[in-house]
C-alpha cells in the first residue's frame, strides 16, 4: 500500500470518526431569535406588530400521552430572518418551558426512545438528544448529528418501531447545466431542456425530492444514517416526484403499522404529460423486495395516505377527474387483506369506498381513531373549518367477500356558527362521558394556537392549551366582525365577512377595501395570514369586505365549480353585488378592491369594468394577459381546464416520443396529442370567449389608480404579467406604481419585504381613499 492511499483511508476514516460522534449537551445560540417584546401604542395594530408574532406548529404527543412538545419560529427583522425553537408542556399547557434556543431553526421534532429522547432536523441534517427532567426543568443533552447527506434532508418520519427512517432528499434532473454537456464551461450558467416542467414555483428543476429510507437507532454506537439509503423509486424516471412539487410533504409517506410497507402519493410522469395532468395514485411500497403496487383510480389527485393502527384499512384523499385541480376532495377509505398479496408481494386492497358520497364538502387531512373505525378529517363548511368524523361500518371480512361495504356515516364535531378554524385533532381521549380533542385553532382575530375541545352530548367546551401570542393580542385595540349574507344577481345567498374598525362608529365616515380571493379556489373563513391580515387592514381605519364569490370552496361543489370557464362572468358580479352594498351604507366613504393571484386578475378585470364602483386598486402577482399567461406559467393542467377546457385531460401516450404526433388534430381542441380546450388556440366556446375578455384588451377603460406588485421568482403567474399591466396604466395615462420583489416569488415571505410590501400597501390607500 502506498503511503498517498494510506494516508486518504486513514483520513477518512478519522472524519467519519469525527462525524459518528460530534456530540454537545448544548445547541449554539449564535444566531437565536426570541420571543418579541413589542409594545403596542393605543391599541394600534401595526404591520410590525404582525411580523412580532410568533408561529407555532407541529405539536406532537408524548408517547405516555402526558407531554407536549411544539415549535415556535420568531422573526427578527433587522436580521432578515426567522428562527424556530421547541417547547414542550403538559398536554394541557401547564408548566410550559423553552427546551431549545438554538441559532439554527429546528424542525420536524419527534419522540424518540419511549420518549427518552428526540430526533430533529437542524441545518438539513437528522439530529438527536436525550430528553429529561429534574427538579422541574427539561433539559436536552447529548446532542449528535446523525446524518451527513450531501444533498440534505427536508423532512423525516420514523417506522413504528423506530427502527427505520423514512426522509425526503433530491436528486439531480434531468435538465442539462453547461458542465453536463461540455466539461470545460465549468463557468457557464445557463441551463437547457427538451420538455416542459424545466421550472416550478419559483426556481429551474435542477433537484427532484425523492423519498429514501435507511436504518435508524437511537443507540450512540449505531444510530449514523448512510448515504446509502435505499432509494423509494429506484431504478423508475428520476424526474418523479416523491413527494410532489412544490408543496406536499412527508404526509405524502406512511408507514403500515408493522413497519413492513409505506403508502405513498406519487405522479408518475414528466415533462408534458406530467404538466397536463393531476393523475396523481397512492401505491404500495414492499421495503423487502423494492417493489410498489398501485390503488390505481385514474382520474386526478389521490394524497395523503394513512393506514389505520390496527392495518385492516386504508384511507386517503382523492379528486375524481385529471386535470382539474379543484374537484371535490373525497375521503376514500379501502380494507387490506393481508392474507392475500399481489406479484410484489404487496396485501390486496378492496372494498374502495367513497366516505363522502354523500357530503357535500372537501375533506382534509384524515386522522384514524385508535380503534380503527373512525376516520377524523377537517373541512370548510359554509365558511367555516371544522372538525368532522367519519364513522366506519364494522369490518366483515369472510372468505372471499368483496360487497360493497356499508355507507360511512358523517358527523360535524365543532358547531357550524363557531368562529374558528380547526385543524384535524393531533391527540384524542375518550371516556364513558365523550371524548377531549386537543387540536389547532385560529380566526381572524388571532394565529394559530393549541386547544383541546371537550365534546360530550351536551356540547363542545373550548380550553387554550397554548397562548403563545397573548402578550400582543392583548394590547391590541378590539374590532368587530359580521357574517352577511347576501342575494347574487342571480338570487344566491352568498356569505361575505365584514371587518370593521376598532372604535368604530356609524355616524362617521371610513374607507373601505373589497378583498379579491385569488385561487381562483379557495375561500375567505376564519384564517389567518401574515400578509393578508384583515384584522391589520381593519386597525387601519378601513372596513374590510370579504365576499365568497363564486368558486369558493367552502359551499358545495357546484360553487365552487361555476367559475371555471366563466372568469369574467358570474364572480365579477359577486363583487360588485358586495362592494355596492357595502358602500350603500352611510359610514362609508372610498373603497378600494386589491387581490392576489386570481384576486390580481379579477383587479385587472374591473379596472376595465366597474364603472365608479371602486376608488382604487392593487393587484398583486394577477394575471393580465391570458394568452401569454398559458404559454409562460408551468402547471399547466390548471388553465387548460379553467380555462374554458373543461374536461378531463387527454393525452396520447406517444407524447415525448420521436413518433409522437405534431400540430392539430382536427377536433379544435387537440394539439400535439393533448387535448387542450382551454388553450388560446381552441375553438371551445368558453374559452374563445375567456380569451376575448382577458384584461389586457379592455385597458382603454382604465381610469381608477392602480397599484402592481410582482415577485421576480414568481413562475405561476411570472413576473412580466404585473410589468405589462403596469406598462398598459402608464400609457393609459392612469395613476400608477409598480413594486416589484426580485427575490421573492408569489408569496412575499422575507421579512424586510413583507415590511415594505405592508407599507407600500397602506402607503397606496391611504393616497386614493383617505
Known amino acids: 500500500m502506498t503511503l498517498v492511499r494510506f494516508l486518504l483511508i486513514a483520513g477518512i476514516a478519522v472524519g467519519l470518526f469525527m462525524f459518528m460522534n460530534k456530540e454537545s449537551n448544548t445547541l449554539s445560540s449564535e444566531g437565536y431569535i426570541g420571543e418579541s417584546k413589542i409594545e403596542i401604542k393605543d391599541g ?61 431553526s429546528i424542525s420536524n421534532a419527534r419522540w ?27 433539559a436536552l443533552k447529548n446532542i449528535r448529528q446523525i446524518s451527513d447527506i450531501p444533498s440534505g434532508i427536508s423532512e423525516f418520519k420514523l417506522s413504528p418501531d423506530q427502527s427505520k427512517v423514512l426522509y425526503v432528499s433530491t436528486v439531480k434532473s434531468d435538465v442539462k447545466v453547461p458542465s453536463d454537456c461540455y466539461a470545460d464551461l465549468d463557468k457557464a450558467n445557463a441551463y437547457t431542456t427538451d420538455d416542459l416542467m424545466y421550472r416550478h414555483w419559483d426556481h429551474t428543476v435542477l ?37 410532489a412539487e412544490p408543496f406536499s410533504g412527508i404526509e405524502q409517506l406512511d408507514w403500515s403499522p408493522d413497519g413492513k410497507f409505506i403508502a405513498y402519493s406519487c405522479r408518475k410522469l414528466t415533462g408534458k404529460k406530467y404538466a397536463f395532468s393531476t393523475n396523481t395514485e397512492i401505491y ?80 382534509s387531512s384524515p386522522s384514524w381513531s385508535q380503534d380503527s373505525k373512525s376516520v377524523y378529517f377537517n373541512s370548510l363548511a359554509e365558511g367555516l373549518q371544522g372538525i368532522f368524523v367519519a364513522v366506519g361500518p364494522d369490518l366483515d371480512l369472510p372468505d372471499g367477500a368483496m360487497a360493497r361495504p356499508a355507507p360511512w356515516k358523517i358527523e360535524r364535531l365543532t358547531e357550524e356558527d363557531r368562529w374558528n378554524d380547526f385543524g384535524t385533532p393531533y391527540h384524542i381521549e375518550k371516556d364513558e362521558n365523550g371524548m377531549t380533542m386537543y387540536t389547532t385553532w385560529c380566526s381572524m382575530d388571532f394565529p394559530t394556537e393549541l386547544v383541546a375541545v371537550r365534546h360530550t352530548e351536551k356540547g363542545n367546551e373550548y380550553t387554550p392549551v397554548t397562548e403563545e401570542n397573548s402578550h400582543i393580542l392583548s394590547q391590541l385595540a378590539e374590532h368587530k366582525t359580521e357574517a352577511r349574507w347576501l342575494k347574487t344577481v342571480d338570487g344566491k345567498d352568498m356569505l361575505t365577512w365584514v371587518l370593521y374598525p376598532p ?25 389567518w395570514s401574515y400578509r393578508w391580515n384583515y384584522r391589520l387592514m381593519a386597525s ?54 386589491c387581490g392576489a393571484s386570481y384576486g390580481g386578475y379579477s383587479v385587472f378585470y374591473l379596472c376595465g369594468t366597474h364603472g365608479d364602483v371602486f376608488d382604487a386598486f392593487i393587484a398583486h402577482a394577477g394575471i393580465f394577459n391570458e394568452e401569454h399567461m398559458y404559454m409562460t406559467t408551468e402547471e399547466m393542467w390548471f388553465p ?40 388560446p388556440w381552441s375553438n371551445s366556446p ?85
Not at 372604535?503 to 384564517?527: E, H, M, V
Not at 371555471?564 to 372610498?590: F, H, R, T
Not at 387527454?650 to 396529442?673: H, K, N, Q, S
Not at 370567449?689 to 397599484?707: A, D
Request: hydrophobic letters at 30%; a negative charge.
Open 44 to 104: 394600534h395594530m401595526t404591520p410590525e406588530a404582525l411580523l412580532a408574532f410568533g408561529r407555532l406548529s407541529d405539536p406532537q404527543i408524548s408517547p405516555d400521552g402526558e407531554y407536549l412538545l411544539y415549535g415556535v419560529s420568531y422573526t427578527s427583522t433587522e436580521e432578515n430572518r426567522s428562527c424556530r425553537n421547541l417547547f414542550i408542556s403538559r398536554k394541557d399547557g401547564s408548566e410550559r418551558q423553552q427546551l431549545t434556543e438554538s441559532g439554527k
Open 112 to 138: 424518540i426512545n419511549d420518549g427518552k429522547g428526540l430526533a430533529f432536523i437542524m441545518g438539513g441534517q437528522i439530529w438527536t438528544g436525550k430528553i429529561s427532567c429534574k427538579g422541574g426543568r427539561w
Open 207 to 243: 433537484e427532484i425530492p425523492h423519498s429514501f429510507i435507511s436504518d435508524f437507532s437511537a443507540d450512540k454506537e449505531k444510530s449514523v444514517i448512510p448515504t446509502s439509503s435505499t432509494d423509494l423509486l429506484a431504478g423508475e424516471p428520476a424526474n418523479y416526484e416523491l413527494p
Open 284 to 363: 404500495i411500497y414492499n421495503i423487502e423486495n423494492g417493489k410498489a403496487t398501485p390503488i390505481s383510480l385514474g382520474g386526478g389527485y389521490d394524497t395523503d395516505p394513512v393506514w389505520s393502527p390496527d392495518g385492516s384499512r386504508i384511507c386517503w384523499i382523492s379528486m375524481e377527474r385529471d386535470g382539474y385541480e379543484a374537484d371535490k376532495q373525497r375521503l376514500m377509505t379501502a380494507y387490506v387483506d393481508w392474507k392475500q398479496t399481489d406479484e410484489n408481494g404487496c396485501p390486496k386492497i378492496w372494498g374502495i369506498t367513497d366516505a363522502t358520497e354523500d357530503f357535500k364538502y372537501n375533506a
Open 503 to 527: 372604535q368604530f362608529d356609524p355616524s362617521k365616515t371610513y374607507p373601505a377595501i373589497t378583498i379579491c380571493l385569488g385561487g381562483p379556489q379557495g375561500t375567505l373563513s376564519q384564517g
Open 540 to 593: 387601519q381605519g378601513y372596513v374590510v369586505v370579504l365576499p365568497n364569490r363564486r368558486g369558493t370552496t367552502a359551499f358545495g361543489q357546484d360553487w365552487t365549480e361555476q367559475i371555471s370557464g366563466d372568469y369574467p362572468g358570474l364572480n365579477m358580479q359577486d363583487y360588485l353585488v358586495a362592494a355596492k352594498e357595502i358602500k350603500s351604507e352611510p359610514y362609508i366613504g372610498k373603497m378600494a378592491a
Open 640 to 679: 387548460n381546464f379553467d380555462n374554458g377546457g373543461l374536461h378531463t385531460a387527454e393525452i396520447d401516450p406517444r407524447v415525448g416520443t420521436a413518433d409522437g404526433p405534431v400540430g392539430p388534430a382536427g377536433d379544435g381542441e387537440t394539439f400535439g396529442g393533448i387535448r387542450q380546450g382551454g388553450s
Open 686 to 770: 368558453k374559452a374563445v370567449r375567456h380569451y376575448e375578455l382577458s384584461p389586457h384588451k379592455l385597458v382603454t377603460k382604465w381610469h381608477t389608480p392602480l397599484m402592481v406588485i410582482h415577485g421576480g421568482m414568481d413562475y405561476r403567474v411570472p413576473v412580466d404579467q404585473g410589468m405589462a399591466a403596469y406598462n398598459a396604466a402608464q400609457m393609459m395615462g392612469v395613476p400608477s406604481r409598480l413594486l416589484i420583489f426580485p427575490d421573492e416569488n408569489h408569496w412575499i415571505l422575507k421579512p424586510q419585504n413583507a415590511l415594505m410590501w405592508h407599507r407600500e400597501y397602506f402607503r397606496w390607500l391611504d393616497t386614493w381613499c383617505k
